[in-house]
């Protein structure tokens, strides 16, 4: 008998019971010691230091090491050369991306924000509640070039982007304060001083007055913005839709062609979310 085939006792294979008790399943130990250095990369949003890894993971780092080179060859995970840190791979990537396609609201805006890009003649970012923050997960490029670094994975600042700041007025508090601590490592209320914190809170109660929220050369220069969100028929932010475009090219007045536009897409894509029950708001990862 194979090793695989052993009786659940045996080294290596995992038994436990099911839910309801009932007949108990096997499963790979070491399989799941190589899932818990995979979790711990995830929890830490960071390179890891092979040190540092198996320490997260509450491993030797000498049997992190055997796994590190195993899960490398399975492009799960990558060495940076430079650094010598672990980081995810292509693979990772990959099952990341099939698991938002798979995404209600993220299907039902694709098509919507190449038709605006294409309308519009801006770039469109569909953006969703990451763990660090606002991510772009699909950039539309517009027919304007744009000298910026934004792409599939960029993080947006919570305060200092129009993205972060709609997420900001649409997220739950609890979800919120996660991303801020995750950005900073503090919460909002202990970055900022009382009288600053009404502001940025009257700030926010206007963005849910108008619908969306505008940024005019910053966080870049030269680089202005127009963020709405898409939200489901419960009313809860699935996901943001923001044009991009040069300052002086792209307007982004409230009642503008191109906030019209915008308002417009995401409208449909909250409509189609709203026609189906089974679509659900996106869970932050």
Known sequence: MS????????????????????????????????????????????????????????IAPGQAHAYLVSLSRLGLIKRDELSGRYEPGPLSLRLGLLRLENQPAFRAAVPRVAALAEAIGFSVAICIAGPQGPTIVRYEHGGFPL????????????PATSTGRVFCAFLPADVLAAMWANQSGAAHSAMTPPGERDAFEAAL?????????????????????????????????????????????????????????????????????????????????
Not at 147 to 158: A, I
Not at 205 to 229: F, M, Q, Y
Request: without cysteine; hydrophobic residues 40%; aromatic residues 0%.
């Open 3 to 58: 090793k695989a085939a052993k009786p659940a006792t045996s080294k290596g294979v995992r038994g436990d019971d099911t839910a309801d008790g009932g007949k108990t399943q096997r499963g790979i130990q070491s399989v799941e010691v190589g899932g818990r250095v995979l979790l711990a990369l995830a929890q830490a949003r960071a390179p890891l230091a092979l040190s540092d890894l198996a320490s997260a993971a509450q």
């Open 147 to 158: 000298h910026v670094n934004l792409h599939v994975g960029t993080v947006m600042s919570l």
């Open 205 to 285: 109660n206007e963005i849910r007055t108008r619908g969306l929220e505008s940024s005019v050369d910053a966080p870049s220069p030269g680089i202005s913005s127009l963020s709405a969100p898409v939200r489901d028929g419960d009313g809860r932010l699935s996901l943001a839709l923001t044009v991009i475009g040069s300052t002086g090219a792209i307007d982004v007045a409230a009642d503008g062609p191109v906030a019209r536009a915008l308002l417009a897409a995401t409208r449909d894509i909250g409509a189609q979310l709203a026609a189906a029950p089974s679509m659900t708001a996106s869970s932050p990862s």
